[in-house]
């Protein structure tokens, strides 16, 4: 069942920038262990980056220094700045979560009990 709702996905030349939006009415986000998974046509998902409930955040190695995770309370939305993006960016986007603190490995598909139905991000070279 959906829990949550991505925006943000689109095309961009490789260089460019994209942020992505995650909104939901069903939960309170800074309750939850948050964070964003990819996925590529044929391949497994695999984790992007993950914040927790005090605010730490966990990145996969590949964005490191591009992208940047955070959270609005006051909105109950969690973002994904994506910068300086390349070709192999190119994913559907879920926005993830998991009640109480984060679970380890961080970026186990199993930790996650929501997940939405995913943003498009392509990005041409």
């Known amino acids: 069942q959906v829990q949550q709702l991505e925006s943000g996905g689109g095309s961009v030349q490789a260089g460019g920038s994209l942020r992505l939006t995650c909104t939901t009415p069903r939960y309170t986000f800074s309750e939850y262990c948050m964070g964003w998974f990819r996925q590529v046509t044929g391949k497994d998902r695999e984790g992007v980056a993950i914040?927790?409930?005090?605010?730490?955040?966990s990145y996969t190695d590949s964005v490191k220094g591009r992208f940047t995770i955070s959270e609005d309370n006051a909105k109950n939305a969690l973002y994904l700045q994506m910068n300086s993006l390349i070709p192999e960016d190119t994913a559907m986007y879920y926005c993830?979560?998991?009640?109480?603190?984060?679970?380890?490995?961080?970026?186990?598909?199993?930790?996650?009990?929501?997940w939405g139905q995913g943003t498009q991000v392509t990005v041409s070279s």
């Open positions: 993830v979560a998991r009640g109480g603190a984060c679970g380890r490995p961080i970026f186990s598909r199993s930790q996650y009990e929501f």
């Open positions: 914040i927790d409930r005090d605010g730490r955040t």
